[in-house]
């Protein structure tokens, strides 16, 4: 043939090729009949919770109806439900009041994230290695029945156990009596990011075992020691709505907000004055505070009542805490803490905050009754502007964390270690500690002597991946919620929400298959459990609102029940700002104590601050791509890890941008890029915490590293804490490395970046 | 380049070149997404594959860039001219015209409202109630819309408020059985009606 | 008088937390586009926050702005569109209109605050996170810019909505999704022709400035400066 002839050919016939049979399979998915006739392009706000971190912010999702591919009677087809499409905060909710944190608006894509469990899993291949086999339900809950039926009778402390993240309302309610119910005193709460310390501190100073609720609004200064409050400490958005109140909100009058922390979190850099405090001195600083409050008569030292008692030497004016004794130690000069006890002293209401590393040291404790004090002596305690806490919700059982013994981590992990028999059955719901322990604790090596494991989450995750049976729950949005949130409200509140959408997925709400296996169960069981599904138990548990002066009216309890749902919940109408109610302390004063670091400070030079990330939190969020992708305020990083580390400081290690470092503890040994910036002190290591997952998801899974694993297990004194910054480390180059920052719309960046 | 025979044969190989290159590159811009092919949802797996604007085949990608739209089929021979002749409004069934962007195709429960007695011996009757009976909504083909590369963003509410009749739009339904597109909504068809009752035509009132 | 859209940020007020920028995505349909094409400078932030370093340790003051598209009033990006996609609206926003982009993408290099975004491949997501798709807002194919719209869906169902009710829209009836989630309510929105409104009540604090203002951009975005503390009392 010729060659313009093949040539002719040749065209049309790869024209042809590559046209294909028109008809996209969609179209012969079948349509299932939809469960109600909504109007396509109207949207509907339903009231919810968000449950991505502690503060209980109320939202409202937009519910608009759309197409799902679901898979129903075994069948997958199409189906026309309403859909939840963005969520905002209720502006009616006490602790939000409309505002929603980045976290918050990803919790969608918790909803339909490509990885979530659809179905209960059977483990078909050896534990840990992620090999499940779909079940139905009904034989997946005999399973489980099968499981318990041996520790309902008999004696006391069964080999049952159940390992969750920290729980409110009436889940926690459930999962207290389920596992009552069992012969168990073992329900362990786990997470990386726990108050125990800050809440100790208050129960000492002020009668009150709860973290504080602070009035940032009417705040004029503010003295906040390493509580990352703008970010992810307590109650971030409640915080911020009062800080951005705090900073523009009162015509003529600016508050002021001094930061003291190693590094420079996002509280730190939107702070007047940020000075980097040598770790674990901040107790010192506060302590120095006080002494030139009391000492130059600004304030009289009595006025700090019982919280000033706690300290030793109190009394006497803290003479050994005078800013001229502690300027080297805590590294930071005499006159600058000077200067800031006369501004608090002269611009009241002043509050002191403690959190994050400064409560995660070993003398944490020691640090938050220091800054308890200082708050106690500003004379802010219980009143405007000051550090308040959230009144207790009236006519209801009090929180249940106070209701059960519970059992504490590491406390947890000693006893299996000590006897490998001592529990035979695991649950877990929401609690990560193979990922988010450090090795050193060898959380998977204890876990893994516990015959069974089933979990309730909706992922698999280094934890869950080690589960016999997975009994997925429903994910928020389509789950009843309630929440009780202990801070971030001068108000009660007890917050509700009916589910915004109906499940996509052939999933169980967690506390109904408990009250199912309760029914299972022996009549013990049944009295304490006796609802049929969490609404009927919510139900029963706040009916009791009705009658107190709330933010509800209503005629009858069907009435305020469906009011309560509409409004998202109830809370209290008075402003019960609690005031401290205890005058002597029962236990003797603290002394200053050091903080002690492992590791020997010529081997391992620098201090290691894991940090909670803006968006990946504890490394929860680490699954969702909205999270991965957000440049993190400060480094502008995304999809990665990074080291931040004092730009002198790498320059004489000879380390540049993105160069691949290596931080090394006594513990175990981790690798990522370096982020070099002025913000953090000559001596400190920081990272953020929420990548280096092994399993969890297909955007979180093999993806940077995992600060946690490499902490020593040190404790916080008096305490079962995890002193989280107590760990040093020492640090080298290795090679060149990758950081992905984002720099803007047509910023090219090579994948590889030097010197910048 | 003249047009000798030699180089009219070059002409044609430089028209074949460009042709194989257009078509090549109609593949791989407008059927494939960036990582991998488009995949449809394989049984069971409401989470397999990925949803993408990339058409799934390069005819699909064809047909729209040249607005190519046959007239689908319908499963069910809906009769509107029947059901107007009997007293129903189009907002009866078409519910939501007045209120939001959309109006509303309804549902087999809707239907089966009044068809659970109404001419139940009919064949076509009894297609739907068919579908009622195997738990599954009748497939009703889509008749009008824009391609989505209109990027055309279509408020049915505040035309239905000003007083546009719904046969300005869709021809005169007491004419058809199955809709048919009667009128040719191209946008000089909107934006005619727009200048002669003076309302916006200021892009972004459609296009967003 | 019809409106003229214009937007307030107090640096203030703004930690520099990010809620602007996922709730900006889930409203607007902003695919995310991966590790590797993110390392390629491709994501899709249409906001995003700055952060900038004054000063040495120990005394580093670290400060935040978000940027988003200015809506200049004399946009650079609009005479350089060879097909009039990127053009000034009547009431003042500098509109993208996708199916008249051709891919040019003169425009991004035109704007002076890199804040417009071109799809280089199609757009993916993993089902089912696509259920998740607001339906007001357009899907943006291969080969389109596209960059902050002040929510202009947002916008325009607010004007259908009072002009249904024979009414006017209110000031703050208005809030694109940055605004809404903005945890410190920094960010304000409004008409800058209605002097009362709050938006231009801000705009003329003495703390008002201008991103590149020197440029001659007319940007409709005002940025009230960080303040200052003075022993207790500032103005």
Redesign the interface.
Known sequence: MERRDFLKISALTGATAALDACGSPDHQLIRFVPEEDLIPGIATWKPSICTLCTGGCGMLARVMPGEAEVVRRGQLGLLKMGLAKKLEGNPNHPINQGKLCPRGQAGLQVTYHPDRLRNPLKRSGPRGSGEFQSIGWDEAIKELASQLSPFESGKQESGFAFLTSPLRGQRANIVSNFTAALKSTRWIEFAFLDDQTVRLANSSAFGHAAPPTLDLARSNYIISFGADFLSTWNSPVAQSVAYGQMRQGRPGVRGKLVHFEPRTSITAANADEWLACAPGTEGLVALGIAHVIISENLRSASAAGAAGNAIQGWTGGLAEYAPATIEKQVGIPAARITKIAREAAANQPALAVIGGSAAAQTNGLFNALAVNALNALLGNVGKPGGTIFTPPIPGTPSNAAELQGKLEFDAFLRQIKSDPNAVKVLFLYHANPVFAAPASLQVRNTLEKIPFIASFGSFIDETSAMADLILPDHSPLESWLDDTPPSGSAQAVVSLAAPAMSPLHDTRAMPDVLLDLGHQLGPDAAKSLPWKTYDEAMKAAYGGLQKQKGSITAKDADDFWQKMQDQGGWWSTEENSAVPTTEKNSTPPTKVSAPQFDGDASDFPFHFLPYASQMQYDGSLANLPWMQEAPDPLSSAMWGTWVEINTQTAAKLGIRQSDLIEVASRHGSLRAPAFLTPAIAPDVIAMPVGQGHQNYTRYATSRGANPISILAPMTVAGTDSLAWAATRVKVSRVGEGKLILFGGGLNEQPAEIRHR | MSLSAGGFKSWLRIIAVIGIGFVTWLVVEHALPAEGQATPSSAQEPTAGVFTTAHSTVTQAIEEFFNYRPEPTQPITFTHKVHLANGLQCINCHVGVDQGPDARIPSVNFCMTCHRVIATTNPEIQKLSGYLARGEDVPWQRVYGFEPSAHVKFNHAPHIRAGVQCAECHGDMTKQTVAVRAVNLNMGFCVQCHRQHNVSVDCVTCHF | MAHQWGMVI?L??C?????C???C???NNIS????D?????R?K?WI??E?Y?E????D?????MP?LCQQCGNAPCEPVCPTFAS?H???G?N?Q????CIGT?YC??A?P?????FN????????????????????????IME?C?FC??RI?AAE?QA??EKRDVKDGEIQP?CV???????MVFGDLNDPESEVSRLARSHRATRLLDELGTAPKVTY?QR???H?????
């Open positions: 107090d203030d007020r930690t520099g937390c990010e809620a920028v996922v709730a995505h889930a409203e995310t586009v991966g590790a094409q993110a390392a390629r400078g994501a932030h995003r926050v952060r370093y000063g040495e340790f120990p580093v003051k670290t400060k935040f940027v053009y609206t009547q009431e926003l509109g209109i996708y199916n008249r993408r991004a290099n704007c605050y890199n804040v417009r975004f280089f491949y199609n757009p993916v997501w993993d089902k089912p996170l696509n259920l998740q798709l607001n339906p007001d807002v357009s899907l943006r194919e291969v080969g960059k719209t202009v869906q325009k259908i002009q249904s999704a809404q989630s903005c945890t410190t309510r920094a009230l303040d200052s503390w022993d207790g009392q500032d103005v």
